[in-house]
């Protein structure tokens, strides 16, 4: 059994920043790409960005300069620095990636079951 808990979420006005963290937790043996995504109320989940087990990233192009992922291999954790945070980053934010048990060779897809972030303008 595997799990991703999301955290950091909250209220913030427009220009401030926010840090999400994720944390995946059970009978680990590998990790893959880690991702965050967000869903706006009334809109489709879109991918905001992804790290790889490796350590390189892409990002939307509408955070782009402003959000940084980031990655604990050691502590499976995965982190998502957020700035200059505008309204039209309201959403539920969901850590997704492919993790492979102890017991498996199959990597599994996994969510996270998401933190709000609100940011007012």
């Known amino acids: 059994q595997v799990q991703l808990v999301e955290s950091g979420g909250g209220l913030v006005q427009a220009g401030g920043s926010l840090r999400l963290s994720c944390k995946a937790s059970g009978n680990i043996a590998s990790i893959n790409a880690m991702r965050w995504y967000r869903q706006a109320p009334g809109k489709q989940r879109e991918l905001v960005t992804t790290i790889t087990s490796g350590g390189s990233t892409n990002y939307a192009d509408s955070v782009k300069g402003r959000f940084t992922i980031s990655r604990d291999n050691a502590k499976n954790m995965a982190y998502l620095q957020m700035n200059s945070l505008k309204p039209e980053d309201t959403g539920v934010y969901y850590c997704?990636?492919?993790?492979?048990?102890?017991?498996?060779?199959?990597?599994?897809?996994?969510w996270g079951q998401g933190t709000l972030v609100t940011v007012s303008s």
């Open positions: 997704n990636s492919q993790v492979r048990t102890t017991t498996s060779y199959r990597y599994l897809e996994v």
